[in-house]
């Protein structure tokens, strides 16, 4: 038993509810005790466009995008360790990743996002036709004096609302509480689960 140069064993919880043993020197990543070549991006990444490495693209089946940001190299390479920062992309010694930000939507916040746009667009021109013009913050009609009753639109902003009713029902479903940013615990001790892929 070589125990002093393998360094010791501490017995650990995985995130499967099985226990094992990590190596204190020997594990470099939360997923696997080998070393694995990646890249931090500022995300989130929607989609890679294209990696440039010495002016070569390389294949789509070369990298992958785990959790969220973080491009991972998978084809037995490794990225360069150092490029040169003032060469344009193509030249030697140069890395470029070229990709999207942004996180794929379902159809209800496209018809969200449709609405809202359509509301910039057409809704505050005379000649517009698109059927947000009309005004969903109505709240009291006289017929007979033509008196009209608008709602105070710096209360319907301040409770996180736009005033157009398909946006607002997305809103309300993805944040009921109309919080302004998503709840967070940072813990020195826990790293988040990766997530491979898509």
């Given at each position: 038993m070589r125990w002093q140069t393998a360094g010791p064993w501490i017995p650990y919880l995985g995130r499967d509810g099985q226990w094992r043993n990590a190596s204190v020197c020997g594990c470099a990543s939360d997923c696997s005790c080998g070393e694995l070549c990646e890249i931090r991006l500022?995300?989130?990444?929607?989609?890679?466009?294209?990696?440039e490495e010495n002016g070569t693209t390389l294949p789509e089946d070369a990298y992958r995008v785990d959790s969220v940001n973080m491009l991972v190299r998978t084809d037995g390479g490794c990225w360069p360790d150092c490029q040169d920062m003032a060469a344009p992309c193509g030249d030697p010694d140069t890395l470029c990743v070229t990709y999207r930000t942004g996180l794929p939507l379902d159809e209800s916040a496209i018809a969200a996002v449709s609405e809202l746009t359509c509301h910039y667009l057409k809704g505050c021109q005379p000649s517009g036709s698109c059927s947000c013009k009309r005004n969903p913050n109505l709240t009291r009609?006289?017929?007979q004096g033509v008196e009209l009753e608008m709602a105070d639109p710096t209360l319907l902003y301040s409770e996180g609302r736009t005033g157009l009713p398909i946006t607002d029902a997305w809103l309300l479903s993805v944040n009921p509480n109309r919080l302004p940013s998503a709840s967070r615990v940072y813990s020195p001790d826990f790293r988040r689960p990766r997530r491979v892929g898509p």
């Open positions: 500022v995300g989130p990444v929607y989609d890679i466009v294209a990696v009609v006289t017929r």
